[in-house]
C-alpha cells in the first residue's frame, strides 16, 4: 500500500527522468499486484507530427 510520500517522489524522479528525454510522458502509477512494496511505472511518448 502506498504511503502519502510515495505518489510524490514517483512524479519527482519522472520529471528528473523527462528533462533528457522530453519525449516520455507519465501514464500511470500502480502498485504491484504480486508484492505490495513495488510499483510499476508505465510511459508513453508524445504524439509527434512528421514534416
Do not use: D
Request: aromatic share 10%; net charge positive; charged share 20%.
Amino acid at each position: 500500500m502506498r504511503n502519502l510520500k510515495q505518489p510524490e517522489l514517483s512524479h519527482h524522479l519522472f520529471h528528473q527522468l523527462q528533462q533528457p528525454f522530453p519525449a516520455i510522458e507519465l501514464v500511470e502509477i500502480l502498485e504491484s499486484p504480486i508484492y505490495s512494496n513495488n510499483f510499476w511505472v508505465r510511459l508513453g511518448t508524445k504524439p509527434t507530427t512528421l514534416k
